[in-house]
Structure formats: structure tokens, C-alpha cells
Nanobody, 124 residues
Framework: QVQLVESGGGLVQAGGSLRLSCEAS????????AGWFRQAPGKDREFVSA????????HYRDSVKGRFLVSKDNAKNTVDLQMNNLKPEDTAVYYC?????????????????WGQGTQVTVAS
């Protein structure tokens, strides 16, 4: 069993930066792909970014490429999301996710573990 706890959300002006961090408890995090989804009010949940189990392979949704950077540290059991040049459309609740197996997936139903979510609000 893996538990995920996010931190680092908040309010920021457009163009600013935030860093989200997710710490995993339990065993075997180094065998889990992990990353982030988000959900804005009135919208479907969407894939943001994820790392393979080793952290070497990374995927991003098109709208955040070049602005967000995901990183996985298996020694610390963490997966972080550095968000730069934030835009109002990035406003959402961000969820840390993990799935058994090494592969990244953009599909939310393929993730076994979810954090409680952290609010990110970008003011224009």
C-alpha cells in the first residue's frame, strides 16, 4: 500500500512559479510510475505529467511543455512538479498519482494511488 501526500500549492500571479512536492509512504515506490493530474472547476480531470519508475522517462501534456518539469527521486520517495511561467488556465486542484509498473500512462483509471490534492490558483 502506498500513500501520497502533496504540498506546495498556493496563489501566484501569472508568470510566476510554484513547486509541488509529493511524498510517498510505503514500500516499492521505486517500482511505480508517478506523476500529476489536475482538475479545474467544471472540467474533466486531465493528465499533466509523469515519470517512469526510474524517473528517466518523462511525459507532459502539450500545454505545459517547456514550462513544467517533473522529477522523481526514489531515494527520497518523492515526485515533484516545478511549474514556471504559470498561466490562469493552470488553475486547478493538482493530484499526485502513482501506478504499479514502470510505464507512464495519461489515463487516470490506470493509476492505483492518489493524493488528496493541492490547490493551485494563478491570478491574472
Amino acid at each position: 500500500q502506498v500513500q501520497l501526500v502533496e504540498s506546495g500549492g498556493g496563489l501566484v500571479q501569472a508568470g510566476g512559479s510554484l513547486r509541488l512536492s509529493c511524498e510517498a509512504s510505503g514500500r516499492g515506490f521505486d517500482t511505480f510510475a508517478a506523476g500529476w493530474f489536475r482538475q479545474a472547476p467544471g472540467k474533466d480531470r486531465e493528465f499533466v505529467s509523469a515519470c517512469s519508475a526510474s524517473g528517466r522517462s518523462k511525459h507532459y501534456r502539450d500545454s505545459v511543455k517547456g514550462r513544467f518539469l517533473v522529477s522523481k527521486d526514489n531515494a527520497k520517495n518523492t515526485v515533484d512538479l516545478q511549474m514556471n511561467n504559470l498561466k490562469p488556465e493552470d488553475t486547478a486542484v493538482y493530484y499526485c498519482v502513482a501506478r504499479a509498473g514502470i510505464g507512464i500512462s495519461p489515463r487516470d483509471w490506470e493509476y492505483d494511488y492518489w493524493g488528496q490534492g493541492t490547490q493551485v490558483t494563478v491570478a491574472s
